[in-house]
């Protein structure tokens, strides 16, 4: 089955760090990717996404580049702000599930200290 | 701009009580979701929903039903609550299938 395994955290960062997260997936297919934030006490929201190898997403400064000989996924920002402050999920949508669920990573906390 | 809407959004039950969720989305999305959140382990999906009066099975499907009886409404009902249903609970809905899930604030549940 799907599966996605992302960097355990937490992560501490100084504000105007360098971040990266971590993930590689296992799916049989072509998967779509995601990444998810969510900020404390609300759901989650869509941050980017790619939906064939070699795509990058991006928003807000952060990018991830789909890598399909590695299987990976990887979240990066150039520099990181308080306010990035929240839980990062990776995830992935095989179309042929025919419902498109998400598979869910298990999430990486980043506390942004100022 | 509601979104999804999830209600309620904090429920304490005590083993063996009964509840249902609601989730309401006004973006005319064919495809809905219940997921649930716990610590250390990412959501997990319960039940989804491809359409109005349609429901299937996700990877942990036990001790919850639904019922999807309207386009806009996905019901998760408890029959008989568990301590280890204790969790937080997540509704989405998407437009296609694999396409972006807009999620709903969640409804935090304990079991005592």
């Known amino acids: 089955g799907n599966s996605v395994t992302q960097m355990e955290g937490p992560v501490t960062l100084s504000e105007e760090a360098f971040l990266t997260i971590n993930c590689t997936y296992t799916?049989?297919?072509?998967?779509?990717l995601f990444w998810y934030v969510q900020y404390p006490g609300e759901g989650l929201q869509l941050l980017l996404k790619?939906?064939?190898?070699?795509d990058k997403g991006s928003n807000k400064g952060f990018e991830a580049t789909y890598r399909k000989e590695t299987t990976s996924f990887h979240l990066e920002k150039g520099s990181v702000q308080v306010s990035d402050s929240a839980v990062y999920f990776c995830?992935?949508?095989?179309?042929?599930?025919?419902?498109?669920?998400?598979?869910f990573g298990s999430g990486t906390q980043l506390t942004v200290l100022p | 701009n509601a979104g999804v809407t999830q209600t309620p959004k904090f429920r304490v039950l005590k083993t063996g009580q009964s509840m249902t969720l609601l989730c309401a989305q006004d973006?005319?999305?064919?495809?809905m979701y219940w997921y649930r959140q716990d610590p250390g382990m990412g959501l997990r999906l319960i039940h989804y929903s491809v359409g109005e009066g349609t429901t299937a099975k996700g990877e942990v499907p036990d001790g919850y039903n639904v019922s999807r009886l309207k386009k806009q409404n996905f019901l998760l009902g408890l029959e008989s609550a568990a301590p280890s249903q204790t969790s937080v609970y997540f509704c989405?809905?998407?437009?296609?299938?694999?396409?972006?899930?807009?999620f709903g604030a969640g409804t935090r549940l304990s079991v005592l």
């Open positions: 790619a939906t064939k190898a070699d």
């Open positions: 799916a049989t297919g072509y998967p779509s």
């Open positions: 995830a992935l949508s095989d179309f042929r599930s025919g419902g498109g669920q998400l598979t």
């Open positions: 973006m005319n999305h064919e495809y």
């Open positions: 989405a809905s998407s437009l296609p299938p694999g396409g972006i899930q807009y």
